[in-house]
């Protein structure tokens, strides 16, 4: 049986409604909460070309039946969280530090 795998792609609206779409390269859970590590995805090719290729990284947080994702306001937290995501995403990619 064969299988297609594409990427997770997210939507999402920021506070202004301006709808933003992601790629979601991976996630995890640790005692401090639920957390995304998102690309950004362009329509177009000069898009692609501005972009600083910052990982954007997002808390999952639940309220009632929704669920949404919200900046990580404290550094200490998404320092942390950071270096998670960077260790489990050159594993992944096999990146090399040079």
Not at 77 to 82: K, L, S
């Amino acid at each position: 049986m064969s299988e297609e795998y594409g990427p997770d792609i997210v939507s999402v609206v920021d506070e202004d409604g301006v709808e933003h779409t992601f790629e979601e390269l991976d996630r995890i859970e640790t005692d401090k909460g639920r957390y995304v590590a998102l690309l950004p995805v362009y329509d177009e090719a000069s898009e692609v070309l501005d972009d600083d290729g910052e990982l954007i990284i997002l808390k999952v947080e639940e309220e009632g039946e929704e669920t949404y994702l919200a900046p990580i306001e404290d550094d200490v937290e998404f320092d942390e969280v950071g270096e998670i995501f960077e260790e489990r995403l050159s594993e992944m990619f096999e990146i090399k530090d040079e």
